[in-house]
């Protein structure tokens, strides 16, 4: 047999998993494994560094006045921003009463506002800095001490200049009328520092001038407390709420103002704060170099640079900690060198040597090659005026650029690319920085690289390039509105960009900000307040985290799917905003894909079923119905009103205060304007329930078969076809699934979704504006574990019944009754099982089972997953969990008896047990299961004993049936096996067959030199000792005439029986593949061939996933020669997805059991044979072996079996 060469990457169950060292813990990955694939982008900050940025007063404009330019609201001490002060004019103390602009938040937007809450700067260690101490608050908070020269005592009159300095006092009659009253000496004002002036006025313009609309305000102990003046819950949560009105006291208003005087007072202060907390909570997954624009020059990383101060670095939380101290201690002073600064850090990107940025560990000379995916990105923050220009680029937005050709051609994007003068880029400037940021985005910088960075359709460049992003700290442009930088590129707005003049301190400046933005396909926002300034920044850093994973979104599309045989459901992703889609689309008898049919809709919160359970029952997700625990964990330190909003965004609902106390994140879609509130969909398979009949009436008395058909004919037969799948919103959701025009529900409509318990706690980041957007709000699974229905006798009488788990959303499963999902309701909440009643329980990311037991007891059969707890150790279960006891125990607070039990191992931590396959006798009793688990261990467990209990157990003890292991090294198995039936040996035994390799920890996407296998495994009723666990074994190989297209097989039992294994002398056979190649999937076992994929991920780093193979082999004795699912004579077609769009392999392909009919097979993951069973969802792990004793050998097929399901095969084709 062969296999054919797919380019592939398998999205399947991308769980990443990192061993701890200090203990049994495994850390799963909280996004999907893929996307952490690419290059890390290079980010180069550059901060002014101008004397302007000392100044206490925003806008520029307000402290204009001839020669008499206001600068500081108070005097100021020299050198305390680390170089002389920028000059000696403070506005005049006595001068308040009449004008004093700079002491009113109306006008100085520096200055300080009662209604924002100030909190100190974020260390460089990631901790807050201390509260300011009114008595002796720091000028700076870098520069500490206690004499006068390095803080204000707030608290007391201020009567005299600082030693050896003398302020001109300077008094404004009206804006720009400013004149010098005096070089007064030491103790000629006085004047109480913390006094502020609340405006009080009507909207109407120049009436912030007046002097009657402010009323002043001095903080002082003999006002106890202070109220209104725009204080409210929301904004000055640091006071406190009486009869609803927000009253602070002296202390906390007075530590309010110590606060703005030490870390906001003036434009640098307030813009380190901004910075320092939005680069605190990014990740590590960009490389960050830091700046200043009046650096001079200095080696960086051997190369003589301006400008940069640090090259850039993996952000990591060294590097962190390095520029939040540069950020913090930078001195301050000289002029607004932008564009020169700006061209700097196009030059620095165009380094090709093994120290600059392209560089895998820049500074290090490290030679590997450079990886051409690698975004660079300029972000340039100033208050605004840049004072000088360059000579070098000219009017570089006006001129044609060099026609740059893709590496790939006949992708979505441009085969090549010339930038040609248009809007809203061109204008007739020269050398300004909108052409800086031009020269360096239309340039190829790395002209010997190949030109793979990833497009998009703001930034369409695929070569390397300098992406511009440019912010300003409380500055005003002369255009107005300040055009939105996506909205004019993609619309190519004409935007009339003024003239400049490079000496002028005016408005057509912050124009050329924009313009520059625009230009470099970035970004521009100009904010004064901290906070706005802070979010705002933080939005950027999102942005290029986003463009980053642009590509990996995409690759989303697909990732999970169902089959049904005529209709396919396809669940995708976007990683951009961590939202989800479900779609319908027909099937074409040929298998290719035919219309759309539906997408999911969900309807207004307040129409909505949403349920969740107590501990006890099941309840309607609604404030009033939750524990008082889960409302706290909903406050999440709030209060009520902002847990209720957190539970009313779940449910659906998008009106967000302007205050947003809560936090809330928008989920309008402006594109459509259309509420996106369904969450990721990553990991979790849709799960179709429909009107099969699953033949169970062939099952036992003691297990409901007499009462099975008048189950099926009334409750079943005619029921509502429905898709149950997890999403990261919290949600199980359960969608309408048919079609028909005709019915009341509308195709695709959500019927009703239910909250497992484990995932409350995790809705208020969920529901967070910064959501997957900085380090306190990473994005995490919530229900995003497998889902597998099945009917079931539970109380007396049929039930359909929903079993689904969190994956590494949580470690336990809930239960569900979904007979009538017309009508389902809080009752229908069975149970939820965690780790709290059961420590073995861990996150399960494979499918369970529900089967009939020995016991006569209908069962949930799991593999316990990972992070089991049980005596402090993650080991390996295989738990029977019993469907009626464990719902008794629930509606009776926990009491009472249970025959659930989990079945151990070998004890040995830092496990985790996989799906089982399970195995039936001829009346339908599971008897035996086999799991594989971390280690590499398969193992078999006795579960025949009519007693179960502790009856049931590992069928060897401590010691598994099989090893997979090469050289000594474990090899392990982390997807169900499969079994068959080998009547080659005598007597017949059961044959298990699995491959091995991991694509689940976080770095299990990079290339590796380990060697993974496919195995066959004949259970003879005895161990398969270590020390001989290959030598048992027949060795197959890849053949040597195998191709880059086609593989080959050698050592492969042919039609005349050449090559024929030995039963009565081996166990059983390997397939050793190539290093880094493994298998992560059940196999599909067709007659006697074994279809199953690799994966093989990618060494280069710009390459989303990898590739594989889709293998064929023979299970046992090619009794069927001219069957090749692969083969060329035939006219089946296997559907692959790429991108989410259809292709195919041609193939015999005929998808059956044993003693089924047919069936059909699609892209991503296809769950279900459509046979006289009907098409059913998750698959079960029952074997197709009629009948099995204790020994293991098979009996008579009496035909009397019930219909078999099958487990999930998956596969992806991406480019």
């Avoid at 044979?1169 to 998750?1178: E, K, L, P, T, Y």
Wanted: aromatic residues 10%.
């Amino acid at each position: 047999m062969g296999s054919l060469k797919i380019g592939a990457i398998f999205v399947l169950y991308c769980i990443g998993v990192i061993y701890s060292a200090n203990t049994h813990a495994i850390a799963l990955s909280q996004k999907p494994l893929f996307l952490t694939s690419g290059a890390e982008p290079n980010l180069m900050f550059i901060l002014d560094d101008s004397g302007s940025m000392q100044f206490e007063i925003t806008p520029e404009k307000y402290r204009m006045g001839s020669s008499a330019n206001t600068v500081f609201a108070f005097p100021a001490a020299n050198g305390y921003y680390g170089n002389n002060a920028f000059n000696t004019r403070a506005v005049a103390p006595g001068d308040r009463s009449v004008y004093g602009k700079l002491f009113r938040s109306k006008i100085n937007a520096s200055y300080y506002d009662p209604s924002k809450r100030y909190t100190p700067w974020v260390a460089a260690d990631g901790s807050t800095m201390p509260n300011a101490s009114p008595t002796c608050a720091l000028h700076n908070p870098m520069n500490s001490g206690t004499d006068e020269t390095k803080c204000r005592n707030l608290t007391s009159n201020g009567t005299r200049n600082f030693a050896g300095r003398t302020s001109i006092w300077v008094s404004c009659t009206g804006l720009g009328n400013c004149s010098t009253i005096a070089a007064n000496t030491n103790n000629s004002w006085t004047y109480y520092p913390a006094t502020y002036y609340w405006y009080s006025g009507s909207s109407a313009a120049g009436q912030e001038w007046v002097d009657a609309n402010y009323t002043e305000v001095k903080i002082q102990g003999a006002t106890s407390t202070y109220t209104g003046h725009g204080r409210t819950s929301e904004n000055r949560t640091d006071c406190n709420v009486n009869a609803g009105i927000t009253v602070c006291t002296y202390a906390q208003e007075i530590q309010n103002f110590a606060n703005w005087y030490t870390y906001y007072r003036s434009r640098v202060l307030t813009a380190r704060a901004g910075i320092g907390r939005a680069f605190s909570s990014q990740q590590d997954d960009i490389r960050v170099g830091f700046g200043t624009i009046n650096r001079g020059s200095n080696t960086i990383d051997g190369v003589s640079t301006a400008i940069i101060k640090t090259g850039v670095r993996k952000f990591d939380s060294a590097r962190k900690t390095s520029f939040i101290n540069e950020l913090y201690t930078v001195p301050i002073d000289g002029g607004t060198p932008l564009p020169y600064a700006l061209e700097t850090v196009g030059k620095y990107f165009e380094r090709a040597d093994n120290n600059g940025p392209w560089s895998k560990s820049p500074g290090s000379g490290d030679a590997t090659a450079h990886v051409a995916c690698r975004a660079s990105y300029a972000l340039l923050m100033s208050d605004g005026y840049w004072t000088s220009t360059v000579d070098s680029v000219g009017n570089a937005d006006n001129a044609n650029g060099d026609v740059i050709t893709n590496h790939t051609p006949g992708t979505a994007f441009n085969t090549t690319y010339q930038y040609k003068p248009s809007a809203p880029f061109a204008d007739n400037q020269s050398n300004s920085l909108a052409d800086v940021a031009m020269a360096y985005w239309k340039k190829d910088l790395r002209p010997t690289l190949a030109n793979k960075v990833k497009p998009n359709q703001v930034d369409p460049a695929f070569w390397q390039h300098m992406t511009t992003f440019t912010i300003g700290l409380g500055v005003e442009g002369n255009i107005s509105p300040v055009p939105n930088v996506a909205e004019s590129i993609l619309k190519g707005i004409n935007i009339p960009w003024p003239n400049l003049v490079a000496s002028a301190e005016d408005g057509t400046k912050v124009d050329d900000m924009v313009h520059a933005a625009i230009n470099g396909r970035g970004d521009f926002f100009s904010a004064s307040e901290p906070d706005i300034f802070a979010k705002r920044l933080s939005g950027l850093l999102q942005d290029i985290s986003a463009r980053k994973n642009n590509n990996a979104a995409a690759a989303a599309a697909n990732s999970t799917s169902l089959n049904t045989g005529s209709v396919i459901y396809n669940a995708l992703f976007d990683s951009t905003n961590w939202t989800g889609e479900l779609k319908a689309t027909s099937l074409k008898p040929d298998g290719t894909f035919g219309n759309l049919l539906w997408s999911a809709s969900i309807p207004n919160a307040s129409n909505r079923n949403i349920y969740t359970f107590n501990g006890v029952v099941g309840k309607e997700f609604r404030w009033g119905n939750l524990t008082a625990d889960q409302k706290t964990a909903l406050n999440a330190g709030g209060d009520n009103t902002i847990g209720e909003a957190r539970l009313n965004w779940v449910r659906g609902v998008n009106e967000i205060a302007p205050t947003n106390p809560a936090d809330l994140r928008s989920r309008l879609d402006e594109t459509s304007n259309s509420l996106k509130l369904l969450g990721d969909i990553v990991n979790s398979d849709p799960a179709y329930a429909g009107t099969n009949n699953m033949r169970y009436d062939r099952l036992p008395a003691e297990l409901g078969g007499n009462d099975y058909l008048e189950y099926y004919n009334t409750k079943k037969k005619n029921r509502r076809e429905m898709i149950y799948v997890g999403a990261n919103d919290g949600m199980m959701h359960a969608f309408n699934a048919r079609t028909s025009i005709s019915d009341a529900v509308p195709a695709g409509r959500e019927m009703f979704s239910y909250v497992p318990t484990q995932v409350i706690p995790h809705l208020p980041n969920l529901a967070s504006a910064s959501y997957g957007k900085d380090n306190a709000h990473l994005h995490r699974y919530l229900v995003d574990g497998p889902i597998y229905i099945s009917d079931a006798y539970i109380g007396g009488k049929w039930r359909n019944i929903l079993v689904g788990s969190l994956g590494a959303g949580g470690r336990g499963i809930y239960v569900l009754d979904v007979t009538d999902p017309d009508n389902f309701g809080a009752s229908n909440v069975l149970f939820e099982l965690t780790q709290a009643q059961y420590p073995e329980l861990g996150n399960i990311t494979r499918l369970p089972v529900i089967a009939p037991a020995k016991d006569n007891r209908w069962k949930i059969f799991v593999g316990n997953g990972y992070n089991s707890s049980k005596d402090g150790l993650a080991r390996a279960y295989l738990g029977v969990i019993d469907i009626e006891d464990e719902w008794k125990r629930a509606s009776n607070n926990g009491i009472g008896a249970t025959r659930t039990v989990f079945i151990a191992t070998d004890g040995v931590s830092e496990s985790a047990l996989s799906q089982p396959a399970l195995l039936p006798d001829p009346n339908g009793y599971i008897t035996y299961a086999y799991a594989g688990d971390m280690r590499g261990n398969l193992w078999k467990f006795d579960l025949s004993s009519s007693s179960g209990g502790s009856s049931w157990k590992s069928a060897y003890g401590t010691t598994p049936l099989f090893v997979a292991s090469r050289n000594g090294v474990r090899q392990p198995i982390t997807a169900s096996p499969t079994l068959g039936f080998n009547s080659e040996i005598s007597p017949a035994r059961v044959m298990v067959y699995f491959g091995t390799g991991q694509y689940v920890a976080a770095n299990d996407n990079q290339p590796s030199s380990d060697v993974q296998s496919f195995y066959a495994i004949a259970d003879k009723g005895a161990v398969i000792p270590v020390a001989k666990n290959r030598s048992s074994l027949h060795q197959k190989a890849i053949a040597s005439n195998s191709t880059a297209a086609q593989r080959y097989i050698s050592n492969e039992i042919t039609a005349s029986k050449t090559n024929a294994v030995s039963w009565g002398t081996v166990d059983g056979w390997y397939l050793d593949f190539p290093a880094n190649e493994r298998v992560i999937t059940k196999p599909l076992l067709l007659f006697d061939r074994l279809i199953f994929p690799t994966v093989i991920p990618s060494e280069d780093a710009c390459e989303s996933g990898g590739s594989g193979w889709f293998m064929e082999l023979i299970a046992v004795g090619n009794t069927n020669p001219d069957y090749k699912v692969l083969g060329v004579n035939g006219n089946i077609k296997l559907n692959v997805a790429i991108f989410g769009q259809p292709t195919s392999i041609e193939g015999t392909y005929q998808l059956g059991s044993v003693g089924g009919n047919g069936g059909s097979t699609s892209s991503g993951s296809s769950s279900s044979a459509s046979n006289d069973c009907g098409a059913v969802g998750g698959g079960s792990g029952v074997v197709a072996v009629v009948g099995i004793q204790s020994d293991g050998t098979q009996v008579s097929n009496t035909g009397s079996r019930p219909c078999e399901l099958f487990n999930r095969q998956s596969w992806q084709e991406l480019e």
